[in-house]
């Protein structure tokens, strides 16, 4: 087990986890159009089937919108 936080909420989670199994596991809308930054870094959507989650790691999934004038 291991303790993450995921968009400021902490979650438990088992590991080992990687980021498309938490994608699932958080039931993320349009996991199409997510981005993702692990730690303050974005990961590359290719990545996202081999990148493992890790104790402490701190997730947050970011949708950019566009618009305005």
């Known amino acids: ?14 590991l080992p986890l990687s980021l498309s199994e938490l994608i699932k596991q958080n039931n993320v809308l349009q996991p199409d159009m997510v981005s993702v930054q692990i730690n303050g870094e974005f990961v590359a959507r290719e990545n ?22």
């Open 1 to 14: 087990m291991g303790k993450i936080k995921v968009n400021d909420e902490e979650q438990e989670i088992a």
């Open 48 to 69: 996202f089937d081999n990148t493992a989650i890790e104790d402490g790691d701190e997730v947050d999934f970011l949708y950019f919108m566009g618009g305005g004038r």
